[in-house]
């Protein structure tokens, strides 16, 4: 199983990048798919997940109404557009696989697999 995200970079305050989390070895309509970020020295965050049904995403409370999380099970492909981004959301970002229920999408012990990370940097 692999998962390759990509898509990060260096983008000003206010700006927008999508990030691209390709699986391999898995079907993505058979998990719960999420994001997480993580900054060195910290645990990783939660961000968001859409449920292997494709029903209505979760976001953490810091990054609703800005980040959508979809997907391509076509592709098997999960993206994640990030929209009036800020200086705070300078991270690591992480695409991670689960069969947890929603109220554990929240916890990266109930992930089997991560991605390699992409580095996001907002610019003030």
């Known amino acids: 199983v692999q998962l390759q995200a990509s898509g990060g970079g260096l983008v000003q305050a206010g700006g927008s990048l999508r990030l691209s989390c390709a699986a391999s070895?898995?079907?993505?309509?058979?998990?719960?798919m999420s994001w997480f970020r993580q900054i060195p020295g910290k645990e990783r965050e939660f961000v968001a997940g859409i449920a292997w049904s494709g029903g209505t995403p979760d976001y953490s409370g810091s990054v609703k109404g800005r980040y959508i999380i979809s997907r391509d099970t076509a592709k098997n492909m999960v993206y994640l557009q990030m929209n009036s981004l800020k200086p705070e959301d300078t991270a690591v970002y992480y695409c991670?696989?689960?069969?947890?229920?929603?109220?554990?999408?929240?916890?990266?012990?109930?992930?089997?697999?991560w991605g390699q990370g992409t580095l996001v940097t907002v610019s003030s």
């Open positions: 070895g898995l079907t993505i309509r058979t998990y719960t």
């Open positions: 991670g696989a689960t069969k947890g229920v929603r109220s554990s999408w929240s916890d990266p012990q109930m992930y089997y697999y």
